[in-house]
């Protein structure tokens, strides 16, 4: 393992040079991948300005990493072996958005069943990360996936509506069976996802 202080000094917010990365958990299933679309164009179909997530770009983070060196693809995917988990079923559920429904930026739909174990891996994630120097995240990890990024306040009412008739939203139930390390290629038409390491459930 390297020298924790070089990671230390290293930008991890996603402004500097180097891979631009995120460890995720991909929506692989076409059934619930298709009713989250559908209510991401039903958010989008309210008017107000938003940045909606690609279809192919949906995705639960389980931690975002920012921009890291190359280097450190292979020490990331050491501690993404080392979390033993077998398959799980998770629950996509409900219609939110951060930080509050009266000043909505971030739209996404929840997890509930499943959400613990999600917390696990991510919190193992998390331990094994700072052992390469990386920050602890300042915001609490709740497991979600975004859908939209609100850019504009204009017919927000409309928005606010739709978010509070969906909050409870059955989407439907997904295996998690893998986690990822993705880079993120920004583009002119928005960011491209390439799976650099995945790891596999346990048999």
């Given at each position: 393992?390297?020298?924790?202080?070089?990671?230390?000094?290293?930008?991890?917010?996603?402004?500097?040079?180097?891979?631009?990365?995120?460890?995720?958990?991909?929506?692989?299933?076409?059934?619930?991948?298709?009713?989250i679309i559908k209510l991401r164009d039903l958010v989008v179909s309210t008017g107000v300005p938003m940045k909606p997530v690609e279809d192919e770009n949906i995705h639960l983070t389980l931690r975002f990493l920012g921009n890291i060196p190359e280097s450190l693809v292979d020490e990331i995917h050491n501690i993404m072996k080392a979390?033993?988990?077998?398959?799980?079923?998770?629950?996509?559920?409900?219609?939110?958005?951060f930080p509050r429904i009266t000043r909505p930026r971030v739209i996404w739909v929840g997890v509930s069943k499943g959400s613990d174990?999600?917390?696990?891996?991510?919190?193992?994630?998390?331990?094994?990360?700072?052992?390469?120097?990386?920050?602890?995240?300042?915001?609490?990890?709740?497991?979600?996936?975004?859908?939209?990024?609100?850019?504009?306040?204009?017919?927000?009412?409309?928005?606010?509506?739709?978010?509070?008739?969906?909050?409870?939203?059955?989407?439907?139930?997904?295996?998690?069976?893998?986690?990822?390390?993705?880079?993120?290629?920004l583009t002119p038409r928005g960011p491209i996802y390439k799976t650099l390491k995945e790891v596999k459930a346990e048999e």
């Open positions: 393992m390297k020298n924790i202080n070089y990671y230390l000094a290293y930008d991890t917010r996603g402004d500097g040079v180097g891979i631009r990365a995120f460890i995720s958990i991909d929506i692989d299933d076409p059934i619930v991948l298709r009713e979390i033993k988990f077998k398959a799980f079923t998770i629950h996509i559920k409900g219609l939110g958005c174990e999600l917390k696990r891996i991510r919190n193992e994630l998390e331990r094994g990360l700072r052992r390469l120097g990386f920050k602890p995240e300042a915001e609490e990890f709740i497991p979600h996936i975004t859908i939209a990024r609100v850019k504009g306040s204009a017919r927000i009412q409309s928005l606010i509506k739709v978010l509070n008739e969906y909050q409870d939203h059955d989407i439907g139930f997904m295996e998690v069976k893998s986690i990822r390390l993705k880079q993120s290629i």
